[in-house]
């Protein structure tokens, strides 16, 4: 493709390139509406780096960001940009439409743009173009699990900024395991003092400060994403029964942080207690996390602590339910109630959301029925399918590839050519899709970015424009890989059947 036509990731609904172009300056000034500071700060903030370009505020600038209330058509997160050879007219109705907006003047520019150092002698020039753009689903997410292997909050912010590039607007944090606590709770200090450590077979520890989440939060909102956090319950909790053994099916029962993959069977107890408990630590991440939704996990819940507890069968009967194997769904509507109290939404992993009340948002992984099926529950559901979004699968046969879960392929097509079941006819809502990473394999920077890219570029693209096709993609994938490597991204191949010589992220092709 043309350099002077860059092509665009995700696609824009609407683009049409025009002869000329607009050159940025260190004379380009920019008029900014009333609203839409935020935006004008995020352009110089990117933009500083590479170019060093002040784009100062004047009531004439020829760069023009503009909130207009009336153009109600593009919702919360579309934008109008039109750039001329005199002008840039960059509008929307929302101030996350203008956000959006921005990244695709970042990819509009020169590549050099990207960098984080400065880029002399480039001449910073934006092809002239008209492009009207909405999303087509309103959750286009990414999971970094830093659960099994801790990642530094400075890798959480750099991912930030990656996803807003792609126009991705959630970043959901797993925060909590059987292999590891990363959420610091006042109230409960061993949680992350014994919780986030683990000994064998590879020592592993760590856990973020109240003041990292918050500024990581804030960080995110600045660039249009939302950060979604995960507590993982009633299964998945070795580490908090580690941490303080009274929360376990046999309380007083002396644990380690577990350090094997898979599902272990250890899960909470069902006394009051333990319910207290959840709820403090809810209410902090509450605290912690403005976000609308709260994920509490909930699936791979072994019940058979439970069949094996007096106390537990005792529970079962008092509440009314068949038997033991039931206090999963009783538990989870116990927490999702006070979350709901609360002006939150729960969350959790679920394969049709039966048993569970229809205000939780579900994210099915396993087949497209189930999601099918949740919808006509009425569930407001996230398509998860493992076989297209799971990352933390192999993505290549080659085998240079490094370590991934074993199982199925999933390959950049089999992302990009994600589907999810339409909401056609059901009471529920299909809010978008989101792609996945467990750690349990994956424990370097290095290593998330290889698992991760270039497939999550092909669910971006999938998300946002909803029917990019696959070789168009692959056009435009091949100039984006010169982005990826100015953002020292050290991406996987790009095709998964011709491996490509892993990159360094150091050069610019």
């Known amino acids: 493709m043309s350099a002077h036509r860059p092509p665009l990731v995700p696609l824009p609904t609407h683009l049409s390139y025009r002869p000329g172009h607009f050159t940025l300056d260190a004379d380009t000034t920019v008029r900014v509406?009333?609203?839409?500071g935020p935006a004008a700060d995020l352009l110089r903030t990117l933009l500083a780096p590479a170019t060093g370009l002040p784009l100062t505020p004047a009531s004439d600038g020829p760069f023009v960001l503009a909130l207009d209330p009336d153009l109600g058509g593009l919702g919360e997160e579309g934008y109008g940009l039109t750039v001329g050879p005199d002008a840039v007219l960059l509008r929307a109705a929302h101030l996350t439409g203008l956000l959006r907006g921005v990244q695709t003047v970042r990819q509009l520019l020169p590549v050099a743009a990207l960098s984080g150092t400065s880029q002399p002698d480039v001449p910073w020039r934006l092809p002239c173009a008209e492009i009207s753009d909405v999303p087509r689903h309103g959750w286009?997410?990414?999971?970094?699990?830093?659960?099994?292997?801790f990642q530094p909050v400075g890798v959480l912010r750099r991912y930030v900024d990656l996803l807003a590039l792609h126009k991705l607007n959630v970043l959901h944090l797993h925060l909590t395991d059987d292999q590891g606590w990363r959420m610091p709770v006042a109230a409960y200090p061993l949680l992350t003092e014994v919780g986030g450590r683990r000994a064998e077979p590879v020592p592993h520890q760590g856990?973020?400060?109240?003041e990292e989440l918050t500024g990581l939060v804030a960080y995110a909102a600045a660039r249009g994403v939302t950060v979604v956090p995960e507590i993982e319950m009633p299964g998945h909790v070795r580490a908090?029964?580690?941490a303080y053994p009274e929360l376990g099916t046999v309380p007083g029962r002396r644990l380690d942080v577990w350090s094997r993959w898979g599902v272990c069977d250890t899960v909470l107890g069902v006394h009051e207690p333990v319910l207290d408990f959840c709820r403090t630590v809810l209410d902090e991440v509450m605290d912690v996390f403005p976000a609308r939704y709260v994920h509490i996990g909930g699936d791979e819940c072994p019940t058979t602590e439970w069949a094996a507890s007096p106390a537990a069968r005792e529970r079962a009967a008092a509440e009314g339910l068949p038997d033991t194997a039931a206090l999963r769904d009783w538990f989870l509507g116990r927490i999702g109630a006070h979350l709901v109290e609360r002006g939150r939404t729960p969350v959790a992993w679920a394969e049709t959301g039966d048993g569970l009340?229809?205000?939780?948002?579900l994210?099915?992984?396993?087949?497209?029925?189930?999601?099918?099926?949740?919808?006509?529950?009425?569930h407001s559901v996230i398509s998860c399918q493992h076989r297209s979004t799971y990352l933390d699968y192999p993505q290549s046969p080659a085998p240079d590839e490094p370590p991934a879960q074993p199982g199925v392929l999933v390959d950049l097509r089999a992302v990009h050519e994600h589907e999810p079941p339409a909401a056609t006819g059901t009471t529920g809502e299909l809010l978008g899709i989101q792609a996945h990473l467990w750690t349990e394999y994956v424990s370097t920077p290095e290593h998330v970015d290889h698992m991760v890219f270039p497939r999550l570029c092909a669910l971006a693209d999938r998300a946002w424009h909803g029917s990019p096709s696959w070789p168009h993609f692959r056009d435009r994938l091949d100039a984006?890989?010169?982005?990826?490597a100015a953002l020292g991204v050290r991406h996987g191949p790009l095709d998964p059947y011709v491996p490509i010589p892993h990159r360094s992220g150091k050069e610019l092709p």
């Open 33 to 36: 509406s009333p609203g839409a």
């Open 140 to 149: 286009r997410g990414f999971m970094l699990d830093v659960a099994r292997h």
């Open 207 to 210: 856990a973020y400060t109240r």
């Open 240 to 242: 908090a029964i580690a």
């Open 357 to 361: 009340p229809a205000d939780f948002t």
């Open 363 to 378: 994210m099915t992984w396993r087949e497209p029925e189930h999601t099918r099926m949740a919808l006509k529950r009425g």
């Open 480 to 484: 984006h890989a010169a982005r990826l």
